[in-house]
């Protein structure tokens, strides 16, 4: 096999975990990876706001509104306007978001954090360059992206099997 070729492969073996991780994690808690990153803010900050979830997962904040109306119509989330000033809304998860969010797996990009986290600094160096020269040779290095392994769009919904 061509070097190439087993790069390609190894690509495919990437992207195939993160599909059956995504798989798995919408079997058994119904939630997308976007949907527990989201609930995984909330729960670490209550009373947090939209654009500030946005801010910390790098997502745009239309991104996050439309993931937080999906949680918040599950009832996961409730969203509470503050009295002193109108436009100002924080989030706050329900008593089944925060059962639900207790037996959720852990993400994958948290399991995969630890791993590398774990590494040499040169390490960590090298395998960042090599996919940043993966990402320019796919003509995908300007693609708008956030540090969440998920397959698809962002704000899909996966249907359980």
Do not use: C
């Not at 009373?47 to 991104?63: C, E, F, K, W």
């Amino acid at each position: 096999m061509q070097k190439y070729d087993e790069l390609l492969v190894s690509l495919r073996k990437v992207i195939r975990a993160i599909d059956l991780h995504s798989k798995q994690l919408n079997k058994t808690s119904g939630l997308t990876g976007p949907q527990l990153l989201i609930m995984n803010e909330v729960a670490q900050t209550d009373g947090i706001t939209a654009s500030r979830i946005a801010q910390n997962v790098n997502l745009s904040p239309a991104t996050v509104t439309n993931i937080l109306d999906r949680i918040e119509n599950r009832n996961l989330i409730t969203r509470v306007r503050s009295q002193l000033d109108k436009r100002r809304v924080s989030l706050h998860l329900t008593e089944a978001g925060k059962q639900l969010l207790e037996q959720a797996p852990q993400p994958l990009q948290e399991h995969f954090i630890e791993k590398f986290s774990a590494l040499e600094e040169w390490e960590q160096s090298l395998l960042l360059s090599s996919m940043q020269r993966i990402a320019a040779m796919m003509d995908a290095d300007q693609l708008d992206a956030s540090p969440l392994l998920e397959v698809g769009a962002i704000t899909k919904t996966l249907e359980p099997q």
